[in-house]
């Protein structure tokens, strides 16, 4: 498990500072993804990468935190990012 | 998924539906026991998911033990139709008086459970209302209100059972029906339900049939009678390549992948579902193509899902390429589908745009999917081009080696 960030095969996530290493933003991830894309380690968000291109690009996490904060990246589509 | 009649006996007995004294046994030293155990005299019957079994030798009665333990062997040894027995069942010989039939199947007209009382059994029930209609009785019931068991009385007495017979065999046809309920089934039969010389009645033989469907919401059954998410018990012992289908299926929740029929051909099916399988399947032969397998997606099967059946497909030796075809889908993502097909032919090592022949799933998400298979310079098509068109150019395709 990669942390703050990792690439499947048709789908990027990132999620930047100070979201990336707050605990408590990490549990809302985990809890908020339908397809446990996120997971709530001790450092802060975890990325579950066997998950990635699970995606159902909802959008749910780019409400978590700011915008911009998290992003999900369509790597098929000229690494468009999914909008919020 | 069809149960033996040791399994359709056991669940009926749980329902409280009298059956015979008696166990299964898979040794002759087991049958041996469960004879003296039984006492008396006893029938052995093979436990195949087949016809055939009295003509084929593998119905026998014995007097003793011993008599019991030599027939056992015997049977144990006995292929019928291809099938090894899965065991022999040992019941204590009924004396029976008369024969009825009783049994519900789904009425796919009338979208309703539909009851059948016979006071003919013991032969086929087809035989019975083809040659003797009147001796056939028919009621539907509902699957939302709350059963009447009424209905089953009014459909004994409609061939003029009366009076304890009557209070029986309505008491048994409301047991089977609510078994059927109960267990999601599409057949719930017993052929001959007997009237012994003391008047009770007996679930002789038991036919049980369960929709593929409801098996998730019967594990705790099927994991009490010891059936594992690998028996698909189809009209054949499923290949090892079906057992693999069957175990990707079961990998994830999520929707449907996999249902999977082996075939010799060269072009690999991922289609979907249910009757657009059929007719892709058949409109694939229709253009002369072979097709090296049938399957079902559909549902919104997961990536990994979608990604582990075709691989599979295209681990089969001879698949050449692969079809990826459904119906228009709503309830199934083209973008997950894509994804879940291109990751499962680039992990198998092949180029997308030379393995998938093409792709026609319109539906929901199909701008996203068709980015996806843009991408990777796989033939798409949309709906305006119809499931028989595009089975047409998979088959040109393999045919051409292009
Ligand atoms: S868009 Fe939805 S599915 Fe994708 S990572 Fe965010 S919450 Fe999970």
Same mark, same amino acid.
């Given at each position: 498990?990669?942390?703050?960030?990792?690439?499947?095969?048709?789908?990027?996530?990132?999620?930047?500072?100070?979201?990336?290493? =707050?605990?408590?933003?990490?549990?809302?991830?985990?809890?908020?993804?339908?397809? =446990?894309?996120?997971?709530?380690?001790?450092?802060?968000?975890?990325?579950?990468?066997?998950?990635?291109?699970?995606?159902?690009?909802?959008?749910?996490?780019?409400?978590?935190?700011?915008?911009?904060?998290?992003?999900?990246?369509?790597?098929? =589509?000229?690494?468009?990012?999914?909008?919020? | 998924?069809?149960?033996?009649?040791?399994?359709?006996?056991?669940?009926?007995?749980?329902?409280?539906? @009298?059956?015979?004294?008696? &166990?299964?046994?898979?040794?002759?030293?087991?049958?041996?026991?469960?004879?003296?155990? #039984?006492?008396?005299?006893?029938?052995?019957?093979?436990?195949?998911?087949? &016809? &055939?079994?009295?003509?084929?030798?593998?119905?026998?009665?014995?007097?003793?033990?011993?008599?019991?333990?030599?027939? %056992?062997?015997?049977?144990?040894?006995?292929?019928?139709?291809?099938?090894?027995?899965?065991?022999?069942?040992?019941?204590?010989?009924?004396?029976?008086?008369?024969?009825?039939?009783?049994?519900?199947?789904?009425? %796919?007209?009338?979208?309703?459970?539909?009851?059948?009382?016979?006071?003919?059994?013991?032969?086929?029930?087809?035989?019975?209302?083809?040659?003797? @209609?009147?001796?056939?009785?028919?009621?539907?019931?509902?699957?939302?209100?709350?059963?009447?068991?009424?209905?089953?009385?009014?459909?004994?007495?409609?061939?003029?059972?009366?009076?304890?017979?009557?209070?029986?065999?309505?008491?048994?046809?409301?047991?089977?029906?609510?078994?059927?309920?109960?267990?999601?089934?599409?057949?719930?039969?017993?052929?001959?339900?007997?009237?012994?010389?003391?008047?009770?009645?007996? %679930?002789?033989?038991?036919?049980?049939?369960?929709?593929?469907?409801?098996?998730?919401?019967?594990?705790?059954?099927?994991?009490?009678?010891?059936?594992?998410?690998?028996?698909?018990?189809?009209?054949?012992?499923?290949?090892?390549?079906?057992?693999?289908?069957?175990?990707?299926?079961?990998?994830?929740?999520?929707? #449907?992948?996999?249902?999977?029929?082996?075939?010799?051909?060269?072009?690999?099916?991922?289609?979907?579902?249910? &009757?657009?399988?059929?007719?892709?399947?058949? %409109?694939?032969? !229709?253009?002369?193509?072979?097709?090296?397998?049938?399957?079902?997606?559909?549902?919104?099967?997961?990536?990994?899902?979608?990604?582990?059946?075709?691989?599979?497909?295209?681990? !089969? @030796?001879?698949?050449?390429?692969?079809? #990826?075809?459904?119906?228009?889908?709503?309830?199934?993502?083209?973008?997950?589908?894509?994804?879940?097909?291109?990751?499962?032919?680039?992990?198998?090592?092949?180029?997308?745009?030379?393995?998938?022949?093409?792709?026609?799933?319109?539906?929901?998400?199909?701008?996203?999917?068709?980015?996806?298979?843009? !991408?990777?310079?796989?033939?798409?098509?949309?709906?305006? #081009?119809?499931?028989?068109?595009?089975?047409?150019?998979?088959?040109?395709?393999?045919?051409?080696?292009?």
């Amino acid at each position: 498990m990669a942390t703050h960030e990792g690439s499947g095969m048709f789908i990027r996530v990132e999620v930047g500072e100070p979201l990336a290493s =707050d605990a408590e933003s990490a549990k809302r991830l985990a809890g908020i993804c339908p397809v =446990d894309i996120f997971a709530a380690a001790p450092e802060g968000v975890g990325i579950v990468d066997e998950n990635l291109d699970e995606c159902i690009l909802c959008g749910l996490c780019l409400a978590v935190g700011p915008a911009g904060a998290v992003r999900i990246i369509k790597l098929y =589509d000229n690494n468009a990012p999914l909008e919020a | 998924m069809r149960f033996y009649e040791y399994e359709a006996k056991a669940v009926l007995a749980k329902r409280g539906v @009298p059956v015979a004294r008696g &166990g299964v046994a898979h040794s002759p030293d087991e049958a041996e026991r469960i004879a003296r155990e #039984v006492g008396g005299e006893v029938v052995l019957k093979s436990q195949v998911l087949t &016809g &055939g079994r009295m003509k084929a030798g593998g119905v026998q009665f014995a007097s003793t033990p011993e008599e019991a333990r030599a027939h %056992a062997d015997a049977i144990l040894r006995l292929e019928i139709n291809g099938q090894s027995p899965r065991g022999v069942l040992v019941e204590a010989k009924s004396p029976v008086k008369k024969e009825f039939y009783a049994g519900v199947i789904y009425d %796919a007209v009338a979208k309703l459970p539909v009851a059948i009382f016979s006071d003919m059994g013991g032969i086929d029930i087809e035989q019975v209302a083809e040659e003797h @209609p009147e001796h056939v009785a028919r009621a539907h019931f509902s699957t939302f209100q709350p059963f009447q068991e009424f209905r089953m009385k009014e459909l004994v007495a409609s061939l003029g059972v009366s009076g304890n017979e009557l209070g029986a065999l309505t008491r048994v046809m409301s047991k089977l029906a609510q078994t059927f309920l109960a267990h999601g089934l599409t057949l719930a039969e017993i052929n001959p339900l007997a009237q012994l010389e003391d008047g009770s009645f007996i %679930a002789l033989d038991s036919h049980l049939d369960m929709e593929d469907e409801a098996r998730d919401g019967q594990a705790a059954l099927l994991a009490e009678l010891g059936i594992g998410k690998e028996e698909t018990r189809q009209a054949r012992p499923p290949t090892p390549f079906e057992i693999r289908g069957a175990e990707v299926d079961a990998s994830d929740h999520r929707g #449907v992948a996999g249902r999977v029929v082996e075939f010799d051909g060269n072009l690999g099916c991922v289609i979907g579902a249910g &009757g657009g399988s059929l007719t892709i399947f058949d %409109a694939l032969r !229709k253009h002369g193509g072979r097709p090296a397998n049938y399957c079902e997606i559909g549902g919104n099967p997961s990536v990994k899902k979608a990604c582990g059946l075709t691989k599979l497909i295209l681990s !089969k @030796p001879g698949v050449e390429k692969i079809c #990826v075809i459904m119906n228009v889908v709503s309830n199934t993502r083209v973008d997950i589908v894509a994804r879940g097909v291109i990751k499962g032919v680039v992990e198998s090592g092949y180029d997308p745009a030379e393995k998938i022949a093409i792709f026609r799933i319109p539906g929901s998400w199909e701008d996203e999917g068709f980015k996806i298979l843009e !991408k990777y310079g796989v033939d798409y098509c949309d709906r305006t #081009v119809p499931m028989s068109e595009a089975a047409r150019r998979a088959v040109e395709k393999v045919k051409a080696g292009a």
